[in-house]
Every structure is written in C-alpha cells, then in structure tokens.
T-cell receptor, first 116, second 114 residues
Framework: EAGVVQSPRYKIIEKKQPVAFWCNPI?????LYWYRQNLGQGPELLIR????????DSQLPKDRFSAERLKGVDSTLKIQPAELGDSAVYLC??????????????FGPGTRLTVT | DAKTTQPPSMDCAEGRAANLPCNHS???????VYWYRQIHSQGPQYIIH???NNETNEMASLIITEDRKSSTLILPHATLRDTAVYYC???????????????FGKGTLLTVNP
C-alpha cells in the first residue's frame, strides 16, 4: 500500500515569494490534515479536511495561508507571501474516518521549507 | 486533552529493551494514550494506543498503570533503526464524535547505541 505522498521534499524561497505544497493521501482515506513542525517542536495542526470540506481551519493563518482539497483527494497548501518565520516542515497526514472507534493518522515525509 | 510529560532524551543499548515513560496525571476516563515516533527526516509514525489495559503489537508494548496517570512504552529489543523522537499523546476516543486532534509535545529522543 502506497503511503502519503508529498512534494516537493525541499523548497528554498526568498521572503515575500509564494510557495505551494502538494499532498496525495492514502487511497480511500477521507480525512486529510496539514501540520506544521518547527525545529525542535512537535507537529501542530493547521487544517483538517473531511472529504472536500475544511472542518477545522482554526489554526490556519488565513491572511497568508490557504488550502484546498478538490474532489476530496489531493490537497494543496499555499503560502503567499512567505515570511522568514514560515520556515518549517509542512506535514500532510490522512486517516480513514469510521463511525465508531479509533483510527490512526498516517503521515507523509513532509516538505522542508526554508525562507531566506 | 490532558497534557503529558516525557523526559527529553534517553539512551538504550542495541538489543536491550527500551522503556519510555510518560506521565499524564490529569487524564480523563474517556481519554486514550497514544504513542507515535518520528525518525529523522520522516513524518510521525503510529505505534500503539490503549485505554486501560496493557496492549501489545508487532512494534511495541504499552503498559498503563492502574490509576492511568502514567504509562510506559516498551520496545523489547531495540535496534539502531529505533532511534527516533517518541511522542506520548493523550486524546479522547471516538464514539461517533469528531475528536481527531493529536496534540504533540516535544517527545523523548531515544538514541539506540551499538
């Protein structure tokens, strides 16, 4: 079974430039998450999708960050314009939502963003 | 969700058991203990979770104290590939609800030495 795929793996941009990250979740997983991980910290949730709907974007800085999940499969996270403080690893995860019971989140390898 | 406390780092000799502790003294009755790990340059990986009883799978064992205020993740025969940051997370279970959130702390960096 293929895991969560993310691209690019690394990205270096100058501040004020736009950047986009792409995620392809595990086939059949209807829930998709974007996390941000700063150096030395654990991941922090930015946004969660159930199918096409963003059901929790309370932690997404909406002035510069946007996300979409067209057709409820792939997702794109965008930053425009990027700031120095956005340097981090951006992780995508997916899971299969069940009516009852627990489920696990499966993470991709992440995109390491460096803003100079 | 209850907060957790983990030591920042631990060492273990290859082939020996690694015992990673976690304190969660404010855990509620409906909260589960989850463990994830993150190997360098990879995303977090689910290991195991439990509510009250001890749990075991192909990766590890989870021992939860009777009062549920602490737990220990046991890797029975640690290998060099087990070197990673291990996160202990307390999260409410799902019963038709939508409590999905994983709140990561800083975890424990386990270094397995040859």
């Amino acid at each position: 079974e293929a895991g969560v795929v993310q691209s690019p793996r690394y990205k270096i941009i100058e501040k004020k430039q736009p950047v986009a990250f792409w995620c392809n979740p595990i086939s059949g997983h209807n829930t998709l998450y974007w996390y941000r991980q700063n150096l030395g910290q654990g991941p922090e949730l930015l946004i969660r999708y159930e199918n096409e709907e963003a059901v929790d974007d309370s932690q997404l800085p909406k002035d510069r960050f946007s996300a979409e999940r067209l057709k409820g499969v792939d997702s794109t996270l965008k930053i425009q314009p990027a700031e120095l403080g956005d340097s981090a690893v951006y992780l995508c995860a997916s899971s299969l939502r069940r009516v009852v019971g627990d489920y696990e989140q499966y993470f991709g390898p992440g995109t390491r963003l460096t803003v100079t | 969700d209850a907060k957790t406390t983990q030591p920042p780092s631990m060492d273990c000799a290859e082939g020996r058991a690694a015992n990673l502790p976690c304190n969660h003294s404010t855990i509620s009755g409906n909260e589960y203990v989850y463990w994830y790990r993150q190997i360098h340059s990879q995303g977090p990986q689910y290991i195991i979770h439990g509510l009250k009883n001890n749990e075991t799978n192909e990766m590890a064992s989870l021992i939860i104290t009777e009062d549920r205020k602490s737990s220990t993740l046991i890797l029975p025969h640690a290998t060099l590939r087990d070197t990673a940051v291990y996160y202990c997370i307390v999260r409410r279970g799902l019963r038709g609800g939508s409590n999905y959130k994983l709140t990561f702390g800083k975890g424990t960096l386990l270094t397995v030495n040859p």
